[in-house]
């Protein structure tokens, strides 16, 4: 081919010479001899990601260094004999290019026992996963997009430095369970369905948000733990809540606010009543029967930051709350409405365009207040 640059003999030697700084990365061939001149080189990083083929000599050959790396990410297909050649190697290696790659394959690259790179995968048979699993040494697979394999999980897990997988959309509890694990910051950027509690909380604290819950589903066991958390509790991505959850939740102890929650069902309602703490809800932009109804049990401050329009039933039950209740952006209000809030046993915040259709009272607040009460 006109435009294929090959590594030389000579081209090595001149690299030899130049303290071995040059870059290699330009050729997309290699002759076998300079391959066994630059698997002599111990502890040096070899990036061929050039390379487009490889004979098996020059594979045999390159397989033979020890200690260092060897980057051939411009590969995308290897003889048997190649396979089970590098199989054999001690260092770092990257096969980024191997895309996809049968579980044989797979199997005998696996018998390696330096570092494997696999990251072109997206995703790996239940094979080939049990096969990486069993790696005497450490895997990297950063392009998967799913991950279901508890073993493989534990597997990515022992690094000690940075754990990436940045196209990571789906995990399976059991494979979150193992990665949470892992001794080395974890980076899973593209994660937006978290359903594992302890993988969660590492990803909080990854990002240095103690009190953050951003799972997108809460079981009933995991709502009970969260009893232990020492601090107020955000749930970010939660847009359902059960009652058995609500009933765990209830018994923290903090502020609870609650992000993209839009309704509560009525007994989900009643048991988030029993909390011993202000509760925010963010997500709220009108209030049923049944939500009102529960809330109406609680014995605090109620925040509905962004609640916008109030029914005449939900009023007439939300009177009946002990407590600050502070729906601030509330547009409208019927008379039927506001003569029902002007029952309420509390502080009442409102804009103060409604406050004047409340009878006067003092317990109306001014509306400079925080958007959650401090606690």
């Known amino acids: 081919m006109a435009d294929q640059k ?29 391959a066994e001149l630059l698997a002599s080189y111990e502890d040096v990083d070899l990036e061929l990601d050039g390379l487009t083929s490889l004979s098996d000599a020059a594979a045999e050959a390159l397989s033979k260094q020890q200690n260092g790396s060897l980057r051939l990410s411009g590969l995308t297909a290897l003889s048997d004999r190649a396979i089970e050649a590098f199989s054999r190697y001690r260092g ?22 330096g570092w494997l ?69 974890l980076l899973l950027g593209s994660l937006k369905i978290r359903t594992h509690l302890g993988l969660d909380k590492r990803l909080c604290a990854e990002s240095h948000d103690f009190d953050c819950v951003r799972l997108t589903s809460l079981s009933a066991a995991d709502a009970a733990e969260l009893y232990l958390h020492e601090g107020n509790l955000s749930f970010d991505e939660l847009t359902t809540l059960t009652a058995n959850a609500a009933e765990g939740v209830a018994k923290h102890k903090g502020n609870l606010f609650f992000d ?47 609640l916008t329009s109030l029914s005449d039933s939900a009023a007439a039950t939300l009177s009946r709350h002990e ?17 029902a809030l002007s029952r309420h046993n509390g502080a009442l915040i409102l804009s103060p365009a409604l ?8 317990s109306i607040l001014p509306t400079d207040r925080p958007s959650w009460p401090e606690s």
């Open 117 to 185: 790179e696999l990251s072109g995968l997206t995703t790996v048979s239940d094979t080939l996963a049990e096969a990486f699993a069993n790696h005497k040494g450490h895997v990297i697979l950063g392009g998967l997009i799913s991950l279901s394999h508890p073993g493989l999980a534990a597997k990515l897990a022992e690094r000690d430095d940075e754990l990436n997988l940045p196209h990571l959309t789906e995990v399976s509890d059991p494979a979150a369970a193992a990665l949470s694990k892992t001794k080395a910051r």
């Open 323 to 339: 407590g600050t209740l502070d729906m601030r952006n509330l547009v409208s209000l019927s008379d039927s409405a506001a003569e």
């Open 6 to 34: 090959t590594l030389t003999l000579e081209i090595v030697r001149e690299w030899e010479k130049s303290g071995c700084n040059t870059k290699l990365i330009e050729y997309t061939a290699i002759e076998d001899d300079a």
């Open 260 to 306: 993209r929650l839009t309704d509560l069902s009525g007994p989900a309602a009643k048991a988030l009543s029993k909390h011993n703490g202000p509760m925010t809800f963010y997500g709220f932009r009108s209030l049923s029967d049944g939500a009102a109804e529960g809330l109406s049990e609680f014995k605090g401050t109620l925040v509905f930051p962004f």
């Open 355 to 362: 406050s004047t259709k409340i009878p006067k009272r003092d």
């Open 92 to 113: 770092f290696i990257c096969f980024d290019g191997l895309t996809p790659l049968s579980d044989s394959v797979g199997a005998t690259l696996s018998k390696s026992v």
